[in-house]
């Protein structure tokens, strides 16, 4: 993720003089780098772990404890400020949480409302998975009733000005018509009602995870006090997207205010929560994964580098307080990982390893590589494709309803599963490489993906061989007098065999499989026309797809 900056700006926050080299050197070390500068803007590339580090305020906080400026965690004080928001019965099923907190006497300019904005886009593209789990408004809390009221309206209820707009507009037509309804819709489209934000005099703040209102939700210069509101399916995720936001803005001189979110079942709770999250570090463990030789003392130095508290609670045995917009410590092991950061990796001894190994190609890599060189051998080229795809080209366009593996919370529909196949993925590489000469001879050596609830990660991963060609006329014994060229040369001449077979991929009476002592093992036919115009694909096709044993036996 890149994060454009004001170098004045950085290092105003930063609290300490310092050369684009320096600064270069400095977030290197911190696994950050500089993606370009000039004499006012840098734009830094951040790791998508820090999460708190996806603006120039989290940025600059890194720095400081990482230059020894600061020490620790930085403290943000949350005063009480008594205000109340109340969430309805109805939206367990819809968008259940909501995490709000306040900012006053916060910083406003426009580059710095820029700023915030992108901050706000970032955490909900990132962390909240692009508004499904999590999703940020900010607005003029000056000209809010409370107590604010978060309730499932109809959606031909809901009317109001999206933000930017002065036109009303009822749910409806914001979801089917406004460039952030076509966009975030479906989050919610799918409910009968929708989530709705409105204050006590029936104003509406927004409609989450869509837009904001015109009304309440337009944040200028003239914005001292703001009022921000977390959204989403997930309470963890929302609590900790509104402790990044509001940290952040207090690093501009806001002032810290929690407000107490009122659930149906009678629970109370206040936010935002920024009590530090504790956690137990050996440092044996520190030092038998690092290979640093470190005390106790020196331990904690490098986590108090890296923006944590920690103290010595036995001998080897330490407690560190790990910030609240901290998201990415899951276990001790990132901990070490920050230990090894403080230390500074540029300050790490290489060493001879004290036992000698020598490595060796898998059975199965030797088969793949063998396979490579005996098909670039034929004339065919190869072809590298992602492992994830989308259900229309792996199942849909090939007529098929095979199980597949799909991925939680995808970034979009084209890459929401995994391949169970690979003749799909070459159909469709083939697809949007019509422009080029023909004949066109492309092959893929390459795992697939199928769901086996035996295996404890529920998928099994198994080495695949696709080939396929495109040309005005194909030949089908051509295509089989390659194979048995290929299997020949694998040393399975007396054990392959070839029938028969129907497939809805493939024309009826120019398909059959691949057997290998008996059992099938692949495919191969001339592609069925109806496949070929599901494609797009206006040139007949021929094609095998053949599974490759996963202990790589026929290398041997």
Request: proline share 5%.
């Amino acid at each position: 993720m890149l994060v454009e900056c004001v170098i004045d700006e950085l290092l105003k926050l930063v609290r300490k003089k310092l050369t684009i080299k320096q600064l270069e050197n400095a977030l290197f070390l911190m696994k950050a780098e500089i993606d370009k500068a000039d004499d006012e803007i840098i734009v830094i590339e951040i790791n998508p772990d820090r999460t708190d580090m996806l603006s120039t305020e989290g940025i600059a906080r890194a720095l400081r404890t990482f230059l020894n400026v600061g020490s620790g965690i930085a403290e943000y004080p949350v005063k009480k400020s008594g205000l109340e928001v109340i969430v309805k019965p109805g939206l367990k099923k819809i968008r259940e949480f909501i995490a709000c907190g306040i900012v006053k006497d916060v910083r406003t300019s426009d580059d710095l409302i820029k700023e915030y904005m992108h901050l706000q886009e970032a955490l909900t593209t990132t962390h909240g998975r692009n508004r499904k789990k999590a999703s940020i408004g900010l607005y003029v809390l000056d000209e809010i009733e409370f107590p604010v009221i978060y309730r499932p309206a109809k959606p031909e209820s809901i009317r109001f000005a999206p933000l930017g707009t002065e036109t009303e507009m009822d749910g409806p037509t914001i979801i089917n018509e406004h460039e952030k309804g076509i966009l975030y819709g479906p989050i919610i489209s799918k409910h009968k009602k929708w989530p709705l934000l409105i204050d006590s005099k029936g104003n509406t703040l927004s409609l989450p995870p869509i837009i904001n209102s015109n009304t309440l939700g337009q944040v200028d210069m003239t914005t001292r006090n703001l009022f921000i509101e977390v959204t989403g399916t997930h309470k963890k995720t929302v609590d900790q997207a509104l402790n990044i936001m509001v940290t952040s803005l207090a690093e501009r001189g806001g002032n810290l205010e929690s407000v107490t979110v009122n659930y149906p079942d009678g629970t109370s709770i206040k936010t935002p929560n920024l009590t530090p999250k504790k956690m137990r570090l050996e440092v044996k463990d520190v030092i038998g994964l690092t290979g640093l030789s470190l005390s106790d003392v020196e331990t904690v130095g490098c986590l108090q580098k890296m923006g944590y508290d920690a103290r010595i609670k036995g001998k080897g045995i330490l407690e560190v307080k790990i910030p609240a917009y901290r998201t990415d410590v899951l276990h001790p092991v990132d901990l070490i990982e920050d230990v090894a950061i403080g230390y500074g990796f540029d300050r790490i001894e290489p060493s001879i390893p004290q036992t000698a190994t020598s490595g060796k190609l898998l059975t199965i890599t030797r088969l793949k590589n063998k396979i490579r060189d005996l098909l670039v051998g034929t004339g065919y080229q190869e072809i590298k494709s992602y492992v994830m795809s989308s259900p229309e080209i792996m199942n849909t366009k090939m007529l098929r309803n095979r199980p597949l593996t799909t991925t939680g919370n995808p970034k979009s529909r084209e890459f929401s599963v995994l391949r169970n196949a690979l003749l799909p993925v070459l159909l469709d590489f083939a697809a949007q490489n019509q422009h080029a000469d023909y004949p066109q001879r492309i092959f893929e050596v390459g795992d697939v993906v199928m769901p086996d609830s035996r295996e404890q990660t529920r998928t099994k991963q198994v080495p695949h061989v696709c080939r396929l060609i495109v040309d005005t006329c194909v030949n089908i014994t051509e295509m089989l007098t390659e194979v048995g060229f290929i299997l020949r040369n694998l040393g399975l001449a007396s054990r392959i065999e070839f029938a028969a077979e129907k497939a809805p991929e493939f024309i009826d009476g120019r398909a059959g499989k691949i057997l290998i002592n008996g059992k099938t093992v692949g495919v191969f036919g001339e592609v069925s026309p109806e496949v070929l115009n599901n494609f797009g694909i206006g040139m007949p096709v021929v094609a095998f797809e053949m599974e490759l044993p996963i202990d790589g036996t026929w290398a041997l």
